[in-house]
T-cell receptor, first 113, second 115 residues
Framework: AQSVTQPDIHITVSEGASLELRCNYS??????LFWYVQSPGQGLQLLLK??????LVQGIKGFEAEFKRSQSSFNLRKPSVHWSDAAEYFC???????????FGTGTRLQVFP | SQTIHQWPATLVQPVGSPLSLECTVE??????LYWYRQAAGRGLQLLFY??????ISSEVPQNLSASRPQDRQFILSSKKLLLSDSGFYLC??????????????FGPGTRLTVL
């Protein structure tokens, strides 16, 4: 069965520091991969997605993610974090022949000035 | 462009009372529609999804039900709320994927507190 693991429940970084949020998935074929961000009390916003092609994907707000098949990972990165990036981040995986996404449990990002 | 609306934004209901949450999508036709619940400090739990009018798939047995009376309208209901129904309810839509899961777009959510 498909699954998504976000090993880090809570991450704290200083403003201006680099960021990497981890996501590992379990799926036999090439998955469809997504990163979403959720600010407190709001819905989820799509940051980026990977379906095929270039394994380094650029998203909104300066985020990028890299699909690594050998590691079953799709980690989210940002070179310099801004205070407004404080939020919860969800990784999700979809698969062929399904209309559903499987979400990870999320990583809460806290940014210190 | 497409937009998705949910109402109400917040709701406080007593245990045993009925529930009706509404979700509507504009700017697209024949979307897939989804209801998720997010309990405090937890991830997203898919409750129901629908691929068309009157077609509802339930993901978990529970006190809730869903209906899709129109193409772009998705309703979450309960006859008698439980304390455990408290949470943040999110509606989402997606286009029909060409063989796989497509991007889901989320509404602003409804915060439900059952007392």
């Amino acid at each position: 069965a498909q699954s998504v693991t976000q090993p880090d429940i809570h991450i704290t970084v200083s403003e201006g520091a680099s960021l990497e949020l981890r996501c590992n998935y379990s799926y036999g074929a090439t998955p469809y991969l997504f990163w979403y961000v959720q600010s407190p009390g709001q819905g989820l916003q799509l940051l980026l997605k990977y379906f095929s092609g270039d394994t380094l994907v650029q998203g909104i707000k300066g985020f990028e993610a890299e699909f690594k098949r050998s590691q079953s990972s799709f980690n989210l990165r940002k070179p310099s974090v801004h205070w407004s990036d404080a939020a919860e981040y969800f990784c999700a995986v979809g698969a062929q022949n399904t209309d559903k996404l499987i979400f990870g449990t999320g990583t809460r990002l806290q940014v210190f000035p | 462009s497409q937009t998705i609306h949910q109402w109400p934004a917040t709701l406080v209901q007593p245990v045993g009372s009925p529930l009706s949450l509404e979700c509507t999508v504009e700017g697209t036709s024949n979307p897939n529609l989804y209801w998720y619940r997010q309990a405090a400090g937890r991830g997203l739990q898919l409750l129901f999804y629908s691929v068309g009018i009157g077609q509802i798939s339930s993901e978990v047995p529970q006190n809730l039900s869903a209906s899709r009376p129109q193409d772009r309208q998705f309703i979450l209901s309960s006859k008698k709320l439980l304390l455990s129904d408290s949470g943040f309810y999110l509606c989402a839509w997606s286009d029909k994927g060409t063989g796989g899961a497509d991007t889901q777009y989320f509404g602003p959510g409804t915060r439900l507190t059952v007392l």
